[in-house]
């Protein structure tokens, strides 16, 4: 995987799961730490949970104690759980390196939170 590339939004309701996919490079996810990012309409993109190489996070608090990262480096995939989801979340999830991104942004995918 030259690129990265999103995978696993849909439409969902409040209080329900989702579990986001990330594919790219295995450099990127062998060298550098790796975030999920979020762009809500009228919004700027921010990052919203991180995982350094070494295993520790960082999580936003709008996402913290609902959100899980991790990342399966012999597969070069990232995921982001998402739990109990708000319609607040909803918005277009991007990959990348953290806390500045490094590669080409992915087209994303889209998470829209409604009843």
């Known amino acids: 995987q030259d690129q990265l590339v999103e995978s696993g939004g849909g439409l969902v309701q409040p209080g329900q799961s989702v579990r986001l996919s990330c594919a790219g490079p295995?450099?990127?996810?062998?060298?550098?730490?790796m975030g999920w990012y979020r762009q809500g309409r009228g919004n700027q993109r921010e990052l919203i949970a991180d995982?350094?190489?070494?295993?520790?996070?960082m999580y936003a608090d709008a996402v913290k104690d609902r959100f899980t990262i991790s990342r399966e480096y012999g597969k070069n995939m990232m995921s982001l759980q998402m739990d109990n989801l708000k319609p607040e979340d909803t918005a277009i999830y991007y990959c990348?390196?953290?806390?500045?991104?490094?590669?080409?942004w992915g087209q994303g995918t889209q998470v829209t939170v409604s009843s």
């Open positions: 990348n390196t953290a806390p500045g991104a490094l590669y080409q």
């Open positions: 295995e450099s990127a996810f062998r060298l550098y730490t």
């Open positions: 995982l350094e190489i070494d295993g520790r996070t």
